[in-house]
């Protein structure tokens, strides 16, 4: 029996991922979608509820008075409408990253979900990878050290093209900021989430594409109140053969850890204290060892819209929050106030 009827507002590439993990949920239903290209929503009600039952409406308003809970997967301007009007009719929200084109409407975004109390949970989604959630408990493991050091580094090519489509992107009144904040929010939150508070950002973005307003690289220094420091670079490109990549490495005092890829890894660890590699200290996690090995660790599930579903039903806390990513948004807001004002330290303690 279902629990949780659950509509769409936008019905893009993003969506359906969202979708497919719903279909997996016997808990939830899709019941109304609505997107601009009403073409493109009955696309989606036909193969995410080939049932019929997803009705394709004609509005948001109309979605948010038949369900339960709400999907925001708009371009990033018309997230903020969308989500103060489900909050304020009593609806469970998760909004895809960004939350909004700038931090006053991020933070205006925020204090509207937890006004009104609703579970709330954003597109963050990889704090649920299981590659990066293992790398976050490795860097505690005893013996690691402090961390002195991480590498950032995010590419994939202009979403304006492949799988992605998605015009708007080229549009800075839609988008809010290129690769930065469009893609990178995700890297800004796992940063902190890896090395603890943040206290200083300094950043220099450029546009070689001359795309007004979108920035298609980022090289962005932080550092943590621990002491702590991390490079960030941000490129979009027009090499097709990369959708979006990660790589990540770590330098603790007594460990050198490092990240590949989004999801399943593989990620590398080495705690050698000899001059050669020691196999006792050294190894390699990747696919469903990596997977089963993190589920061990922290308990989570990899799939944040299973998670969202069972925080609605049982009312409980989402996560990542809407809290959690405005103090992502106040980084890039940082970074981008710094590329401003030539590259200058913004000091972004709490």
Known sequence: MTELRVGFVGCGLIARHHAANLAADPRAEIVAVTDLDRSRAERFSADVAPSGAAAVLDDAESVIRASDAVYVCTWTSAHPEVVVAAAGAGLAVFCEKPLATSLAESEAMTEAVERAGVTNQVGLILRRSPAFRLLHHELRRPGTGPVMNLVFRDDQYLPTQGMYGSTWRADAARAGGGTL??????????????????????????????????????????VAESGAQAALVSVWHDVLSRPSQRRV????????LSLEGDWSGPVRFDRSTT?????????????????????????????????????????????????????????????YRSTADGGRVVDVRT
């Open 181 to 222: 904040l469009e893609h990178s929010i995700h890297d800004l939150d796992l940063i902190e989430w890896l090395l603890g508070p943040i206290a200083e950002v300094s950043a220099r973005l450029g546009s070689v594409h001359g795309i007004e307003g979108i920035d298609d690289q980022a090289t962005v220094t932080l």
């Open 249 to 256: 490495e770590v330098f603790a005092s007594n460990a050198h």
């Open 275 to 335: 001059f050669e590699p020691d196999p006792a200290a050294t190894g390699e996690l990747a696919g469903a060892e990596l997977a089963a090995e993190a589920a061990a660790i922290d308990g989570l599930v990899d799939d944040p819209d299973r998670a969202f579903v069972t925080a609605v039903l049982d009312g409980g806390r989402a996560s990542p929050s809407f809290r959690v990513a405005l103090r992502a948004h106040e980084l890039a807001d940082a970074a």
